[in-house]
């Protein structure tokens, strides 16, 4: 056999060859026949096709649960269907379905139209570049798909990448495209005015069109669903020539969203996949978690038997670690797809007892900052208005930190200015105020500044919303008890406990404030951070490495 190319062999001479190799160490050999075996299997345009091209493209195997995902989106084509599908952040589903798969159907489908869409224009662009890049420099695309290149002279870039056929003639290639209107790729932001008037006849993938931007608010969700039945749904070409294959994938932020309206039109193949499902001790890699597992809090909502969807790389210690990570409301969303659970009302948080603060551990505050108008000692106009609110906090000798008490209430903008100012008289050991600089609170940072012997630290929220900084920020430290809540009854703490246990219905000027004064104290709020340990599709970079947290790159004054 060995005076035939491989080329030459036929499959039964390669399975022998395989078997000698196996058993020789002949690993180059063995690779070479296996490469060649996945090359020919790509050619195909089912399940099987599009594991091998992955597996060529990226490296490693198509893992068991995307291997669903890919099942049930040719099962839904075959059937004419768009395609659903739910999946916890970090599973791959932008690599697998939005970058793998629609290459592969370009490779597959060169005349066909292709169009992504995403939250925003910036993570399109970013999606179609990959492929871009895929198809004009992998090798495995080209000894895949050797004919389709791209068409550079039609335009290959962020307005539209094209491709074309090398073993026709050009003329010919274009008599083929003739009625196609778009570029063979595309990728816009859904709310890009771009979108208006595009017929892709090939693939119309929605990949994460949800953000905070689009999802905070009923009408915001209500824009975005107008948007996707105004525009984007009426792009789906259904003639005797092309039927687009609609897919939508993305992580659910809420009932209300444009995911959940295409669930409940019924016209969509629905598939989910949460990062771990219930299952019984016999099981096959059944795995329980108990009080034993739990590393920061104790988080009893995930307590018993569970089978992983990706074992590879979410084992039952990966999940814990996620579940300190992101709080309870954020696990169950972005994890669990289960937003029934996620809207429990109420943030968790651990108690500690009053009696055991010392209030000469090194102390600080957090200001949120509103004020009224007084007129001959009246106040004017305080019934609809944000309460000023100072939240005072203790960092415990065991590395801690923990609310001990606040003021919270509607005051003039001299007695804000005095609240600040007398707290740090008040202790022995205190370190500094936080104070948000956005909106009325660069007003009080500039009446502060006027006493330079006050110590404060000025930030920036960046434009986060006040629920989205609470739930994503301070919710893990409060479950993992790494920032504590003292049980003493006061105003501030009793305000602040009950806007907790109402969240995200409660106060939010108390828990606000809270964030400031956490603000204040990254050497205590180090949790594992997520985004450097693991990027949107689930790659681990330094699993443990430690991150201050998102409070540590902030200067002090």
């Not at 008599?175 to 892709?200: E, N």
């Not at 937003?339 to 943030?347: K, R, S």
């Amino acid at each position: 056999m060995l005076d035939k190319t491989l080329e030459e062999l036929t499959s039964v001479e390669r399975r022998a060859l395989m078997r000698e190799s196996w058993a020789g160490g002949d690993t180059a050999l063995l690779n070479a026949l296996e490469r060649e075996f996945l090359i020919g299997l790509a050619s195909r345009y089912d399940p099987d096709g599009f594991a091998a091209f992955y597996k060529l493209t990226h490296g490693n195997d198509l893992p068991p649960h995307a291997r669903a995902w890919i099942n049930h989106i040719f099962g839904c084509e075959e059937k004419g269907e768009g395609v659903l599908i739910f999946s916890w952040r970090g599973s791959w589903k932008t690599v697998t379905i939005s970058v793998t798969l629609v290459t592969f159907y370009i490779g597959h489908h060169p005349t066909a139209a292709n169009l992504i869409v995403q939250a925003n224009e910036a993570s399109a662009n970013d999606t179609t570049e990959i492929i871009a890049n895929i198809v004009q420099y992998s090798s495995s695309w080209k000894e895949v798909f050797p004919n389709v290149v791209p068409d550079e002279l039609r335009g290959w870039g962020a307005k539209g990448y094209h491709v074309k056929r090398k073993d026709l003639e050009y003329d010919a290639w274009n008599d083929l495209i003739t009625t196609r209107r778009d570029p063979t790729l595309l990728g816009l932001g859904i709310r890009s005015k771009a979108l208006i008037g595009r017929h892709p006849t090939g693939i119309l993938l929605l990949d994460d069109i949800h953000d905070e931007e689009n999802s905070a608010s009923e009408r915001e969700r209500a824009n975005t669903i107008n948007k996707l039945t105004g525009t984007i749904l009426p792009f789906l070409v259904e003639d005797d020539a092309h039927n687009t294959l609609f897919i939508g994938v993305g992580t659910p932020w809420h009932t209300e969203d444009a995911y959940h309206y295409l669930q409940g039109t019924g016209e969509f193949g629905f598939h989910e996949t949460p990062v771990m499902s219930q299952a019984k001790k016999e099981d096959k890699d059944a795995f329980r978690i108990t009080a034993k597992d739990m590393t920061h809090g104790e988080h009893t909502d995930i307590y018993g038997w569970w089978t992983s969807s990706f074992l590879k790389n979410w084992k039952k210690e990966t999940i814990i670690r996620w579940r300190n990570r992101t709080g309870k409301r954020e696990f169950w969303r972005m994890y669990m797809l289960n937003l029934a659970m996620a809207t429990d009302a109420g943030i968790k948080y651990v108690v500690f007892p009053s009696e055991n603060i010392d209030v000469r551990w090194p102390m600080g505050a957090g200001v949120d900052y509103a004020s009224t108008i007084q007129i001959r000692g009246k106040k004017l106009g305080t019934e609809n208005r944000s309460k000023f609110a100072m939240c005072y906090g203790a960092k415990t000798p065991f590395g801690k930190a923990v609310v001990y008490d606040g003021i919270v209430g509607h005051y003039s903008q001299w007695q804000c200015e005095n609240y600040v100012e007398r707290a740090q008289g008040m202790f022995e050991n205190y370190d500094t105020t936080g104070v948000e600089m956005d909106g009325k609170g660069e007003e009080l940072y500039a009446l502060l500044s006027r006493k330079p012997n006050l110590q404060l630290l000025p930030f920036w929220t960046g434009g986060a919303s006040k629920l989205n900084r609470q739930e994503r920020i301070l919710a893990p430290y409060l479950e993992t008890g790494l920032l504590m809540v003292s049980d003493g009854d006061t105003d501030y703490l009793n305000a602040l406990r009950k806007s907790l246990d109402e969240w995200p219905h409660g106060n939010s000027d108390v828990i606000d404030a809270l964030y400031a004064y956490a603000k204040t104290i990254p050497e205590v709020l180090q949790i594992l951070d997520s985004e450097s340990i693991m990027d949107d599709e689930g790659v681990f970079q330094d699993e443990y490495a430690l991150d201050p947290g998102p409070f540590a790159k902030i200067g002090r004054r």
